[in-house]
């Protein structure tokens, strides 16, 4: 019998330690060819800074954001309109922001997949559909902005092609957002509706920069990417940053744990590739979309290429000094964008598959040989994962599926390790890990 019970669990284990085949296939129907074609209608329509023209069907933001509704559309069309395509939009004048030249709409377009079992939870991916000259004011100047941001607003579209012809459990959100460059209007406005209408956000996967391969250092790398991730919500309280003084977890908040799922789920599927956690907000005093999401208190990370090339960021199109500066369309690279919106592609469809994360973890076990957990039940879920690590380790290193909702961690002593929890589907897809919230005292 206990041999039986053994193997047994072995089983258990090892059908939850199972690859999907469907994310294998999310990744090959990923298309360079149609991100290559998207990018350069983006480029066509002049400049795209949100304060140019509105009017022209072929010219400024208007053109552009009603193109992406029309790619939207479309692509909701054919999966028997799954998705409710829409704008979003808030005003901003002159007289408030100092960025802006003139008052106008700020408009956003939005496409929602919804989920089968838990529509009111959302996993988004965002793109920008802005650009901007030299000068962040001049609303004229031509800026195809081919990189920034065309490439993250392409891979959005394809994203929604590619898993819209899928079922999912949680909801899914392609957004196109404007006003990047001038203030992230288009990303305060969206997190502000999204508190507004009540949605439970899993996070928000900002993609701002995802073609270029080409280093300003010299570098030219067509695997690495970075995932930035804050350490701790901007918005928390003051009793949880005295708690986190004698309980640790400065560097596990929300955002930050976001980023652990997708540097694993990469590293799972996607072998080939070198995701890499870098321990900020953003850019060194920089900022982009996720931002306003993290302000208010929701997961965010930004994905963007590893290695940048400044002469085409929020350039003219000009040569000086034999350098050809500008954003144009031959710099970008389609097989890096295209890898790029895979892993966007293959962690939105593995949270939207997976149950509800946690929503309190308890931990105790002081001055105890064994670290004791448990946490509250997930509707859904067949089992849990419990996560430790060293406390110096960026990732989560060891695991154990078990299928209650307490357990005791013989011999892993408390003070040593960090530990989380997440759940697990029936598919075998995980929610985000749960870094404990609470103390369980005897």
């Known amino acids: 019998m206990k041999s039986i019970s053994i193997l047994f669990l072995l089983f258990t284990i090892s059908t939850f330690a199972q690859t999907d085949s469907k994310i294998y296939d999310i990744i090959k129907a990923v298309s360079a060819k149609r991100i290559k074609a998207n990018v350069k209608t983006l480029t066509e329509f002049g400049t795209r800074n949100t304060f140019s023209d509105t009017i022209s069907t072929t010219q400024g933001i208007g053109a552009a954001r009603r193109w992406v509704k029309s790619e939207f559309d479309v692509i909701s ?23 802006v030249p003139h008052d106008a709409w700020i408009v956003n377009v939005v496409a929602v997949q919804k989920g089968t079992r838990y529509p009111n939870k959302y996993v988004i991916m965002s793109g920008d559909i802005d650009s901007r000259a030299s000068d962040t004011m001049d609303f004229t100047t031509d800026a195809p902005g081919a990189n920034d941001n065309a490439s993250g607003m392409a891979g959005t579209i394809e994203a929604a092609r590619v898993l819209s012809k899928y079922k999912f459990e949680s909801s899914i959100i392609y957004v196109g957002l404007s006003g990047e460059e001038q203030g992230l209007f288009g990303g305060a406005g969206l997190a502000k509706y999204a508190v507004d209408k009540g949605w ?25 990417f970075r995932i930035f991730s804050e350490p701790v919500p901007a918005n928390e309280t003051e009793r949880a940053r005295t708690m986190r003084r004698f309980y640790g977890g400065e560097v596990d908040g929300i955002s930050r744990q976001l980023a652990r799922y ?14 890499m956690m870098i321990y900020r907000l953003d850019r060194f005093g920089r900022g982009g979309h996720h931002r306003p999401f993290n302000d208010l208190g929701f997961a965010g990370i930004r994905i963007m290429e590893a290695h940048e090339n400044y002469t085409q960021q929020h350039q003219d199109i000009r040569t000086e000094n034999g350098i050809n500066y500008g954003d144009t369309f031959e710099h970008v690279n389609f097989g890096y964008a295209k890898k790029l919106t895979a892993v966007n592609a293959i962690n939105l469809a593995s949270l939207a598959w997976s149950p509800a994360a ?21 509707a859904g879920a067949k089992g849990y994962k419990i996560y430790w690590r060293d406390t110096t380790s960026p990732t989560w290193d ?12 013989d011999g892993i002593v408390i003070d040593n390790f960090f530990f989380g929890v997440s759940s697990v589907g029936e598919n075998g897809h995980e929610s985000v890990v749960v870094f404990p919230n609470k103390i369980w005292r005897k």
């Open 262 to 275: 997708i540097h694993k789920n990469v590293k799972m599927y996607m072998p080939e590739m070198n995701p």
């Open 77 to 99: 069309k054919a999966c028997d309109n799954c998705m409710e395509v829409f704008y979003q939009k808030d005003f901003v004048t002159k007289k408030e922001n100092r960025r």
């Open 200 to 224: 439970d956000i899993i996070g928000i996967l900002n993609n701002d920069m995802i073609g270029n391969i080409t280093g300003v250092d010299g570098v030219i790398d067509n695997r690495s």
């Open 358 to 378: 946690p929503k309190e973890v308890f931990i105790g076990g002081v001055v105890e040989a064994n670290a004791r957990l448990k946490w509250s039940d997930v």
């Open 398 to 409: 060891n695991s154990r599926y078990v299928e209650a909702t307490q357990f005791i961690l």
